[in-house]
């Protein structure tokens, strides 16, 4: 009887902390669940075995910041069945796009004592804006449920089903009290994609946006309720600059309040 061949799964790094890779190490006992219907394939994180593609399934965290790493995405994508990209360095540039929006080799010259040696790119992008992803999971870092929903909704050939609200159903299942309405907080949960449970606004603090844009965000209307608590546009320009600042929603409103 011949034995069935286990699905290749592959972990791959780029520009990033490491910490949505770390998410799936989190997972324990649902990570012995996954163990038993993959083949961990490349997972440096975990272990130094590899095993050579082509690979049924690849998780991407980080972002294309240097020539070398678009060589390597592209390598990537062509040893993967499926590439899926998670946490908001992957799907949208992360924390270090902030570089995005001024002169890279300003920080060069000021970071590094020889800034010849140094080989990057101008900015700091996403994955899907190098190759074809399949399917973006969003946060920083990532919910590990979804995680765990997204890898067997491939290796069962389904569509992963992720919720796409914000966070503020979240808020509402919890019966927590919105920030904004009862305290004047200002809070980025009415455009920021769901996925952290609503922590923040459960805490009387305004959501950071770490899980980026939802659908069809509103960003004007928000911004104009920041302004009537009496945020500055400064105010507003930094917070739509976090950690998913290139994330096409945040960065558009951001540069309407940039001086």
Known sequence: MTRKRKPKLAVWKFASCDGCQLSLLDCEDELLTVVDEVEIAYFLEASRAVVKGPYDLSLVEGSITTPLDVRRIQQ???????????????????IQ?????????EFI???YARPEYIETLDKSTPIANHVFVDFELRGCPINK???I???????????????AHSVCIECKLRGTVCVMVAH??????????TGCGAICPSYHRGCYGCFGPMETPNTASLSAWWSR????????????????????????ESEVHEK
Do not use: M, W
Not at 184 to 193: D, N, Q, S, V, Y
């Open 109 to 111: 010259s000021v970071v």
């Open 184 to 193: 004047g907080t200002p809070c980025l949960g009415p455009i920021t994609h």
């Open 145 to 147: 449920r979804q995680l």
């Open 76 to 94: 990537v994508r062509q040893a993967s069945k499926f590439l899926v990209t998670i946490g908001a360095c992957a799907t949208a540039g992360g």
């Open 229 to 252: 608590l009496g945020a500055k546009e400064q105010d507003i320009l930094r917070v739509f600059r976090g950690f998913n600042a290139y994330a096409e929603a945040f960065r558009k």
């Open 97 to 105: 796009a902030l570089r995005n929006f001024k002169d890279i080799n």
């Open 149 to 163: 929903e997204v890898i067997s909704a491939f290796l069962q050939g389904r569509k992963p089903n992720t919720p």
